[in-house]
């Protein structure tokens, strides 16, 4: 067959086959595969070759040629620009057909799993406001989009939004965003045009300056906000005067709270929190069960579908009220807490110890006595020593990170030999890969993908791992 030629930008008619893991569409020109930004399976189209490797090939599209059935109206007057939301021009339907095709695929191909027996993915309750957390970031330089450009119309250059894909110093400006619920966007547009009125600067990313830096919102099931203005190099009036006006106008916010930041980076770990007025956290509610949730705290961005996931986590468990259980990368301990009740014990791992500490005020809370906490690296915690002094659990939930679990957890896992592995994963390619080496000892007997993130290419997977005998 004839390769594409090198110097060939633009291709006629390419049809879209299918979908790759980033959510791509893929396409194919004699041997070149190719991957289509914002096309969808099914469509036919003249695209537009953007980069070129040895093996595949980045394009846009130019021309669509015949709309693919799966496709659908974005509702979102950001989508294509924003990063979030990616797959919003796919029914929600093709949306999960595709989830689940991406998981089995990696399953398959990766873990060489028969995944004949997996269940069909467990679409999201609530598809739109389904998030309780949402970033925003201040900037002086405000993405301008095509359509500002066009308009030829004198631009506000600050912005308060979201960054575009790969250019960290440029933020797109939202108006409205439609993840979180309200007073999310209220908050955002009105301090936005509040500080804008009084001249106050926004954050400028390239040279480090400005008053202004983020905006963090957390919204919780019992009604809770919890509100955080970061600060770079504001005055102490107008931390006051931008604070006292989040107080007045939102008396719906319980937790408000400012932080000043002069480091290079975002993050609010290392930060001294300030309470502004109400509580220093929010509550969230699952079940009959209470989890404090401080500024830094972790918690499921999802949470009704998080309750969802956790209750098939708890069914694969199978507890009876007699097991040790290990949950390893426990987070705040949020699994540990949930089914404690049904097991005899729960020990959880976690990699940073302020979720550690969390993991314990939440035990407290709610009562629960038979649950442990350890703080450190899995590869250095979960020795053969630790399983000595605690105990060889009869069951191990493990929910690692997207680059999944270590190679020495996975063979400390082969060697501890729990009769039952419940494996939740963000990322089914690393899952894959660590299933393929637990193979050696166990087999996989149900696996149940979960979509916690509608419009986006995020999938989250939970599989069932018996010991082989
Ligand atoms: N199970 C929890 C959170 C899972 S997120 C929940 O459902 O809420 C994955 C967790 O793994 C994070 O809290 C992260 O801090 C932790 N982690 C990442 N790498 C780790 C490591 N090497 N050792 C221990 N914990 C780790």
């Known amino acids: 067959m004839k390769r594409v030629p090198a110097d060939k930008k633009f291709l006629e008619q390419v049809e879209v086959i299918d979908i790759a893991e980033e959510g791509k569409g893929v396409g194919k020109a004699d041997e070149l ?15 537009e070759i953007i980069r070129k490797k040895k093996n595949f090939a980045e394009a846009k599209i130019k021309n669509l040629v015949k709309p693919s059935e799966f496709r659908t109206q974005a509702f979102c007057p950001h989508f294509g620009v924003c990063g979030g939301c990616k797959w919003q021009h796919m029914t929600y339907e093709a949306q999960l057909r595709f989830k689940q095709k991406i998981v089995l695929d990696a399953l398959q191909r990766l873990g060489k799993v028969d995944v004949s027996q997996a269940s069909s993915i467990l679409g999201s309750f609530e598809k739109r406001y389904y998030r309780n957390k949402l970033e925003f970031t201040f900037s002086s330089k405000r993405w301008l989009t095509d359509e500002d450009i066009r308009s030829n119309e004198p631009m506000e250059p600050n912005a308060l939004g ?9 933020i797109l400006n939202i108006e409205t965003c439609y993840l979180q619920t309200d007073p999310s966007n209220e908050i955002r547009n009105q301090l936005r045009d509040f500080t804008i009125q009084n001249g106050i600067s926004f954050y400028d990313l390239r040279n480090h300056e400005g008053a202004l830096r983020n905006l963090i919102i957390r919204t919780s099931t019992t009604g809770e906000v919890m509100v955080i203005v970061v600060f770079a190099y504001a005055s102490e009036d107008e931390i006051k005067l931008i604070m006292a006006f989040l107080k007045e106008r939102f008396p719906q916010i319980t937790s408000l709270l400012y932080i000043i930041n002069h480091k290079k980076n975002d993050t609010i770990f290392d930060q001294e929190i300030i309470t502004y007025a109400g509580r220093n956290f929010i509550y969230e509610e699952m079940e ?11 918690y499921q961005t999802n949470s009704l579908q998080a309750y969802e996931l956790y209750k098939i986590v708890r069914d694969y468990a199978g507890l009876t009220g007699t097991e040790l259980v290990y949950d390893l990368y426990t987070g705040t301990g ?7 009740k049904k097991a005899k014990h729960v020990i959880g791992v976690e990699y940073i110890p302020s979720a550690i500490e969390d993991a314990k005020v939440n035990a407290e809370i709610n009562n629960i006595t038979n649950t442990t906490y350890y703080a450190g690296d899995m590869k250095d915690v979960l020795t053969p020593e630790f399983v000595e ?13 997207r680059a999944g679990m ?3 957890v996975v063979k400390r896992l082969l060697e501890i030999e729990a009769q039952k592995m419940v494996y939740v994963s963000c990322n089914a390619a690393t899952q894959a890969r660590d299933i393929a080496m637990l193979s050696e000892k166990y087999e996989v007997k149900k696996i149940q ?11 989250e997977n939970v599989v069932l791992l018996t010991l082989k005998n």
Request: hydrophobic share 45%.
């Open 33 to 47: 595969v190719i991957f289509i930004e914002k096309a969808v399976p099914g469509d036919v189209v003249d695209i």
């Open 162 to 170: 979201f960054h575009i894909p790969l250019r960290f110093d440029k």
């Open 288 to 298: 009959d069960l209470r989890f404090k949730i401080g500024p830094k705290s972790f």
């Open 334 to 340: 949020t699994i540990a807490t949930f089914v404690a």
């Open 389 to 401: 002094a605690h105990g060889k659990p009869d069951v191990i939930i493990t929910d690692p990170p």
């Open 406 to 408: 270590h190679p020495d």
């Open 449 to 459: 993908p979960v979509d916690m993130f509608p419009h986006t290419q995020h999938v």
